[in-house]
């Protein structure tokens, strides 16, 4: 038998299979239809106080601000979040008090950019609990169990860890071979946030670059916002199929959002807004200098098309356009 181990992780995001295919079946039509609406609207009806929160992309890559000012500025409050690749999203989101609860596989840094000062504070201080830490690859796995529909997923990452001790997995011993095995819990998010490159009414979204976990987290989410840079004609979409990375019976709310990722990279559109994000980087050192930026771009404008053009308009967004141009080129395509 396996060694006894204490785990200390809160499991959170789990359903029974059953139960949740049959709130798939009961809340999420499978006919084309109409799903434009508006980020407030979106917000509002869809992400609700205590939710549970996956945001898609990761680091500082395809990340949609809009939603997250948004979410801000309309004071959604104790929300769980999936600290999966989380950075600049869950930094703006405990600044401005929206999140409580948190389970770590990688947040509170903004990467080679250093740690972040607002995230931190707020965990040890107490104000934001971390649930339980988990590894990236193990999320992915959590997602994917949700996806298809089964409790959990038989992996052997973590074995042997402290990340182990502190997560919500359980571990076994494999019938066939006798070692240990850890059994990674299904996770199935209340609501989860997208940026797209191109989407079309129904929700067929498309993804240039690298995935990452999005394939799996889209079909393990319960509810889904997508903001997109272009939407598009579905019959765009059918010309190639093959991109369409959350097919259109998965969204409940399509937004189109051009630049909705700023100050965060969109692969092939823009580049990251590196002076920007350094100043939420110094701001946020203090509590005063964080209420001071949330003052400035997000309670002191009305939607994002103005958070825009406070930060510089068309000439800062045509800026990062000729950054992205800039970049090399790896053989094939972009790098």
Known sequence: MSDPVEFLGELI??????????????????????????????????????????IGGFGHIRIPMALIYEIIRQQVRDLTMIGKTAVHDIDLLIGGGCVSRVEV?????????????????????????????????????????AAMGVPFMPVRT?????????????????????????????????????????????????????LVEDFELARASRRLIITTEKLVDHEEIERQPWRTAIPFYLPDAVIEVPFGAHPTEMPTQYYFDEEHIAHWMEVSKTDAGTRAYLDEYVFGVPDFEAYLEKIGGQERRKQLERLMDLRPKAEGGTA
């Open 13 to 54: 995001g789990w359903h029974d299979p059953d139960e949740n295919r049959q709130w798939v079946r009961e809340n999420k039509p499978r006919q084309m239809i109409d799903k434009r609406t508006t980020v407030s609207a979106a917000v509002r009806e869809y992400v609700k106080p205590g939710s549970l929160l996956a």
């Open 105 to 145: 596989a990688y947040a509170f840094g903004h990467e080679l950019r250093g740690l972040s000062a607002c995230g931190r504070r707020a965990v040890e201080s107490g104000r934001v609990q971390v649930t339980g830490e988990i590894s990236n690859a193990g999320y992915q796995w959590r997602f994917l169990a």
């Open 158 to 210: 973590m074995l042997g860890t402290e990340t182990l001790t502190h997560s919500s997995a359980r571990v076994i011993d494999d019938p066939w071979s006798g070692k240990p095995l850890c059994l990674l819990p299904a996770c199935y998010p209340d609501v989860t946030l997208f940026h797209v490159h191109r989407c079309d009414k129904y929700g067929n979204a498309q993804i240039d670059g690298i």
